[in-house]
C-alpha cells in the first residue's frame, strides 16, 4: 500500500515476551490508528493517534501500549504477549477525522502469532 | 456503544449477477458510512463512501444506499466478476470527542465464472 508500511509482515513469539509493530507513513497524514483483525469480529481499534505524543484508546485496548514520536511512526507494543493476542494487525491513516469523510489507507498488515 | 451489523457473512454469486450486502448501526449519531474491500493477504482498500445528508451514491458498477430513519445502510455490486471476490467491510464513523470507526464483521463474496 503506497504510503504506509508495516513491519515485520510476520512474527512468531513466545508467551510473555514483549512484542513492538512498527507502522510507517510518508503522506504526513495526522491521523494514525491500529486495529486488530479476527474472524467473526471484523476490524477492532486498539489505540489510535491524533499527533506526535497525542494517543488514546480504542475498544480493545488491554495488553497494549503505543508511541508516537514522530509524525511519521506508530508504533504498537504488547507488553507481554498472550495466546489471546494472536491476530492481523493493521495500521492505517487518515488525513482528518472519519466523520469528515475520510477513509482510512490500511497497511498490508502483520500476522502475529503468540505460541 | 456503536454497533455495526453486516449481513450476510457469505455470499456467492454467478459472474454478471448482482450482490448486495447490507448493514445496521446502532447509533443514529453516526454521519459517515465508507465501505471496504479487503482482497487475500492485503490490507482493507476503501471503495465508497457515503454522508448522512446522502441517500445513495454510485461509482461504476458499485453503490450504496442509506436510509438514516431505518439505520441502514446497503453495498450494491452490479455485473459481478471474478476479481470481485473479496471480503467487504462496512464501517460507521461517530464522533464521541474520538476517532472511531466501527466495522461490520464482514462479508465473503463469491464470484462465480
Known amino acids: 500500500d503506497a504510503g504506509i508500511t508495516q513491519s515485520p509482515r510476520h512474527k512468531v513469539t513466545e508467551t510473555g515476551t514483549p512484542v513492538t509493530l512498527r507502522c510507517h507513513q510518508t503522506e504526513n497524514h495526522r491521523y494514525m490508528y491500529w486495529y486488530r483483525q479476527d474472524p467473526g469480529h471484523g476490524l477492532r481499534l486498539i489505540h489510535y493517534s491524533y499527533g506526535v505524543k497525542d494517543t488514546d484508546k480504542g475498544e480493545v485496548s488491554d495488553g497494549y501500549s503505543v508511541s508516537r514520536s514522530k509524525t511519521e511512526d506508530f508504533l504498537l507494543t504488547l507488553e507481554s504477549a498472550t495466546s489471546s493476542q494472536t491476530s492481523v494487525y493493521f495500521c492505517?491513516?487518515?488525513?482528518?477525522?472519519?466523520?469528515?469523510?475520510?477513509?482510512?489507507?490500511f497497511g498490508s498488515g502483520t500476522r502475529l502469532t503468540v505460541v | 456503544g456503536e454497533n455495526v451489523e453486516q449481513h450476510p457473512s457469505t455470499l456467492s454469486v454467478q459472474e454478471g449477477d448482482s450482490a448486495v450486502i447490507k448493514c445496521t448501526y446502532s447509533?443514529?449519531?453516526?454521519?459517515?458510512f465508507p465501505w471496504y474491500k479487503q482482497e487475500l493477504g492485503k490490507g482493507p482498500q476503501l471503495i465508497i463512501d457515503?454522508?448522512?445528508?446522502?441517500g445513495e451514491k454510485k461509482d461504476q458498477r458499485i453503490a450504496v444506499t442509506l436510509n438514516k430513519t431505518a439505520k441502514h445502510f446497503s453495498l450494491h455490486i452490479t455485473e459481478t466478476q471474478p476479481e470481485d471476490s473479496a471480503v467487504y467491510f462496512c464501517a460507521a464513523s461517530l464522533d464521541t470527542g474520538g476517532f472511531k470507526t466501527i466495522f461490520g464483521a464482514g462479508t465473503r463474496l463469491f464470484v462465480k465464472a
Open positions: 492505517a491513516i487518515s488525513e482528518s477525522k472519519a466523520l469528515m469523510g475520510y477513509g482510512y489507507t
Open positions: 447509533d443514529s449519531a453516526s454521519n459517515y
Open positions: 457515503i454522508r448522512s445528508n446522502v
